[in-house]
């Protein structure tokens, strides 16, 4: 089962992402075309390309989900490959990969677990001023979050689908409850995994009784229609 985290502009995802890929869970570096900050690392942090190379890519149909933005500094992309969704990773996705993903049947229960990091625009505001961002951007990216997850939660009801876990917590509390829902889930589907098997079984075996007696039945009748015979 991968782990698909989701929430608006710093409510700490990537944080969270580190944090639960040292408890064990691979983290998928996804591709952007945005430019790299200073303490970004390409290949662990993101995986940089241009423009021209991004669609390239997508036009192969490499991609598994892309989305593209209007920022600041320019028009730029992100993406996940299809090859990167394997089973114990971890991943960092915005509304409209989660919905490319549903569209595409990647986020079946016994795949998938999508979790919500809920923070309040307060918090959020607080945490980009302390880590020097443009103000500007930053109300241009929480503006536009608030409509697209209003959008995601609301219009097209994922609330059903998703788990929303408190972003006020430590980023380390958060990896907790979030590998304890996965083990709980992990766990429910091995049951109902086992309950359809039982019930697979038992079917099976009364389908298998069902057409014994249609088999006796038959030998009966054919025995009978022999014996008037020889008489």
Same mark, same amino acid.
């Given at each position: ?72 500094? *320019? ?5 996940? /490959?299809?090859?990167? !969704? @394997? =089973?114990? &990773?971890?991943?960092? #996705? ?10 595409? *049947? ?5 795949? /998938?677990?999508?979790? !919500? @990091? =809920?923070? &309040?625009?307060?918090? #959020? ?107």
């Amino acid at each position: 089962m991968n782990v698909i985290l989701c929430g608006k502009t710093n409510s700490g995802k990537t944080t969270v992402a580190k944090e639960l890929e040292k408890q064990g869970m691979t983290k998928v570096v996804t591709y952007t075309t945005r430019p790299k900050r200073e303490n970004e690392i390409d290949g662990e942090d993101y995986i940089y390309l241009t423009n021209k190379e991004f669609d390239r890519l997508k036009e192969k149909g490499f991609f598994a989900e892309t989305a593209q933005y209007n920022a600041s500094f *320019g028009f730029c992309q992100y993406g996940s /490959s299809k090859e990167s !969704y @394997i =089973d114990n &990773s971890v991943i960092v #996705l915005n509304p409209y990969g989660i919905e490319q993903l549903e569209e595409k *049947g990647m986020l079946e229960k016994e795949k /998938s677990i999508v979790f !919500y @990091i =809920d923070v &309040s625009d307060d918090i #959020l505001k607080s945490r980009s001023m302390k880590r020097g961002d443009n103000i500007r951007e930053f109300n241009r990216r929480i503006e536009k979050d608030n409509k697209d997850f209003y959008d995601f939660l609301v219009k097209k009801n994922m609330s059903k689908k998703i788990e929303i876990v408190d972003g006020k917590m430590q980023p380390i509390h958060i990896a907790n409850k979030i590998i304890e829902r996965v083990r709980d889930m992990g766990m429910l589907y091995e049951i109902e995994t086992e309950l359809r098997k039982q019930e697979h079984e038992k079917n099976t075996n009364i389908l298998k009784q069902i057409i014994n007696k249609e088999n006796i039945k038959s030998r009966n009748k054919k025995i009978k229609i022999n014996s008037t015979l020889e008489r």
